[in-house]
């Protein structure tokens, strides 16, 4: 069984810096792709970075330049460092790895997400 944990999520004023991380742990054979998403109130789930198996790295626009997602593959953890913060990046955020595990193939998984909430 595959389990997916965030954490470090917390209160930041405007501005502010955050790093929130993602460990994948369980029974399986490799982690490939890891994605964040997140979720803000009253708005649908949206992706908002991804690291690949080569180290490539995507993002959508709101968040370019501000956020940096990156990977230990050796503890099997991908972490997203956010700077300057805005009250409208609120949200709770999910990591999304895609996780192969022997005998069924790579699929995704979810987190319980982590909370973020930017305010002064």
């Known amino acids: 069984q595959v389990q997916v944990v965030e954490s470090g999520g917390g209160l930041v004023q405007p501005g502010g810096s955050l790093t929130v991380s993602c460990v994948v742990s369980?029974?399986?054979?490799?982690?490939?792709?890891m994605d964040w998403h997140r979720q803000a109130p009253g708005k649908q789930r949206e992706w908002i970075a991804g690291i690949s198996t080569g180290g490539g790295r995507n993002y959508i626009d709101s968040v370019k330049d501000r956020f940096t997602v990156s990977k230990d593959n050796a503890k099997n953890t991908v972490y997203l460092q956010m700077n300057n913060l805005k009250p409208e990046d609120t949200a709770v955020y999910y990591c999304?790895?895609?996780?192969?595990?022997?005998?069924?193939?790579?699929?995704?998984?979810w987190g319980q997400g982590t909370q973020v909430t930017v305010s002064s």
């Open positions: 999304n790895p895609v996780v192969e595990v022997l005998g069924t193939g790579p699929k995704g998984y």
């Open positions: 369980g029974m399986f054979f490799r982690v490939h792709d």
